[in-house]
């Protein structure tokens, strides 16, 4: 069975999550799943970053310790991701024991191998983005590109890593597909920013702080804690067993995918795959920076106060609802803006009248013309092969590249291609006049109904399991889209055999 490692960026708990993180985890969660259904043996890794300045900051403000403060809000992602339906294999908090292990074996490693060093620093620090920021990097203001604050001038002695000695090794492994580690980065453009970049030369940066006591003590200088960021990367490791469970660790490392936005791409693709080759660790296979969005052309803030939380989206257009808006509204890769208007146009146009009015136009002539049951017919597969092949060309591609919109697009034109097939057959004169005809129609919008459901039960796991009870097909949904997946075979009598039990569907997308 091949493996599939993904993971989430771990969280800072210094605010309740919302739209942004959910994007992402949501992704992610739609990604593991496609996965196993797909019959890799999948590991999803999420969790909270819960140490460095910013958090203390906040605990502070908020009167709390920092402890409290994390223990607090680290509930509050797992109870967002238990709504939102996230089908993680490991929640990770970086106040945790294994992680302090982790963080400690592999700093004493680096420094053993010669790669961190010692010396006086003096540089402008951004709390919000926990980095320190050259002067050309900061914005016409001289403030951050993404916080907009100044950033404070800060002095201190502290340990540095080594980075300026792989910009040609990290060049090779990038730019190089066939390098037998290649990191994929992902959108090209993002790619080639990063060679851009890299290409400009690298500085060694700062691994520690003497300031900031909340955090991992360094194992070989405990006046001073490590750098947050340091602390948080290696969580892809620890989680996976790294340094105890080497068999855990050798089964699913290196990643497949770490996932983020581009605020955060820069660590995760150039200093977390130093740090590993320093400490002679394969490297992630691919880091995919997926779009950042504003909501309604400005940046998501509690002082704007349009912060969208994953409740009031679950709340507006259901848990399964707002799992496939939020990742499908805006193309997966570039930046984007969203509003609550857009999605409520897609949510009413894909699933309350694509989607929900086919399965109840369908659902209720079987209930009028054939007692609420699949009607008694030879099986007839053409509509379903069709909607088969559009599925099939498209939709496992886009899927595969984490393309999300790209792969509902192919749902709604198979969905598209349904509604057609039902205007042209107008099935409701057909009562009178063709009844066998009637059947015929009426079997065939369901086994396609059916093949829409397997292939939705990534992006709306309970929507779609749903739709294959309302539709009468048998067996376990799972179990049949695994199957389905192998080896693209519809069953020969259709997945809801002649004669099974339909049930009334009720209004599954209200209109909005
Ligand atoms: O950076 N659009 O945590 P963080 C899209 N702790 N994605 C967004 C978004 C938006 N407007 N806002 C947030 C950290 N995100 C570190 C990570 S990992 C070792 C340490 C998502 O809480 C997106 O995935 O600031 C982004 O990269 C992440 O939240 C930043 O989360």
């Known amino acids: 069975m091949k493996k599939f490692y993904i993971t989430t960026p771990i969280y800072y708990v210094n605010d309740i999550p919302h739209i942004g993180h959910s994007y992402t985890t949501i992704a992610a ?17 999420t969790g909270t970053d819960e140490h460095g300045a910013k958090i203390a900051q906040a605990a502070k403000e908020k009167g709390k310790t920092a402890q409290e403060l994390c223990d607090e809000m680290s509930e509050k992602f797992k109870e967002a991701w238990s709504l939102l339906n996230i ?65 404070v001038l800060q002095s201190e002695e502290n340990y540095f890593f080594r980075l300026s000695s792989f910009a040609d090794k990290l060049l090779e492994r990038i730019s190089d597909p066939n390098h037998k580690e290649h990191i994929s980065i992902r959108p ?110 400005n940046k998501m803030s509690k002082s704007l106060g349009n912060v969208i939380s994953p409740a009031q989206l679950a709340a507006k257009y259901g848990v399964d609802g707002a799992r496939y808006l939020a990742v499908t509204l805006i193309p997966f890769g570039p930046d984007g803006d969203i509003s609550w208007d857009a999605l409520t146009k897609k949510y009413n146009i894909d699933l309350a009248n694509n989607l929900g009015n086919l399965i109840s136009r369908t659902i209720k002539l079987a209930e009028k013309n054939f007692d609420l049951k699949v009607p008694q017919t030879p099986a007839d597969l053409s509509l379903t092969n069709k909607v088969a092949e559009i599925l099939n060309e498209n939709f496992a591609p886009a899927m595969d590249n984490l393309y999300l919109h790209k792969a509902s697009e192919s749902l709604q034109n198979a969905l598209t291609l349904i509604n057609r097939r039902i205007e042209s057959d107008a099935p409701w004169k057909l009562a009178n006049t063709d009844l066998p005809k009637l059947a015929n129609c009426i079997y065939s919008y369901l086994q396609s109904l059916n093949l829409i459901a397997i292939h939705l039960l990534a992006f709306m796991p309970e929507l779609s399991k749903k739709i294959w009870l309302i539709t009468g ?33 009720g209004i599954l997308f209200p209109r909005i």
Request: hydrophobic share 35%.
């Open 473 to 505: 097909a048998s067996g376990d949904i799972e179990t049949c889209a695994k199957k389905y997946f192998a080896d693209k075979q519809i069953p020969k009598e259709g997945f809801s055999p002649s004669g099974a039990q339909l049930q009334t569907a």
């Open 87 to 151: 089908s993680y294999d490991d929640f990770i908090r970086t106040t945790e024991a294994r992680q302090s292990k982790a963080v400690s074996q592999m700093v004493q490693d680096l420094l053993d191998k010669g790669f961190i060093y010692k010396k006086e620093y003096s540089a402008l620090y951004c709390v919000g983005c926990e980095r320190f920021y050259p002067e050309k990097d900061l914005d016409e203001n001289g403030c951050c590109p993404f916080h907009k604050t100044k950033p």
């Open 29 to 45: 969660d739609i990604a593991a799943r496609w996965k196993r259904l797909n019959n890799y043996d999948v590991f999803f890794l």
């Open 188 to 297: 090209e453009e993002r790619k080639n920013e990063i060679i851009g970049k890299i290409k400009l030369g690298l500085e060694d940066v700062s691994f520690s702080r003497t300031a900031i006591d909340w955090g991992i003590p360094l194992p070989f200088d405990k006046s001073q804690t490590v750098y947050v960021w340091v602390d948080a990367l290696i969580n892809y490791i620890t989680a996976i067993g790294y340094p105890s469970n080497q068999e855990q660790f050798n089964k699913y490392w290196p990643a497949d995918i770490h996932l983020m936005a581009k605020d955060i791409l820069w660590f995760h693709s150039v200093i977390w795959p130093a740090m590993l080759m320093a400490a002679q660790i394969p490297t992630p296979k691919q880091v995919y920076s997926h779009g950042f969005f504003t909501l309604n052309g």
